[in-house]
């Protein structure tokens, strides 16, 4: 079985921000506050 080829980008600071759009409206829906309704993710990384 083949491993798929992993590479590491450049040094840097990296973010990544992941929604689940549960009701495949296309956005992110959240609270009058802002706070999300749906399931989200959001990571920041220094390397």
Known sequence: MNEPARSR?????????V???ENMN?????????IPTEGAAFQRCQG
């Open 26 to 34: 296309g956005k992110l829906d959240t609270q009058w506050l802002g």
């Open 9 to 17: 980008g450049a040094p840097g600071t990296y973010a990544l921000a």
């Open 19 to 21: 929604i689940h759009d």
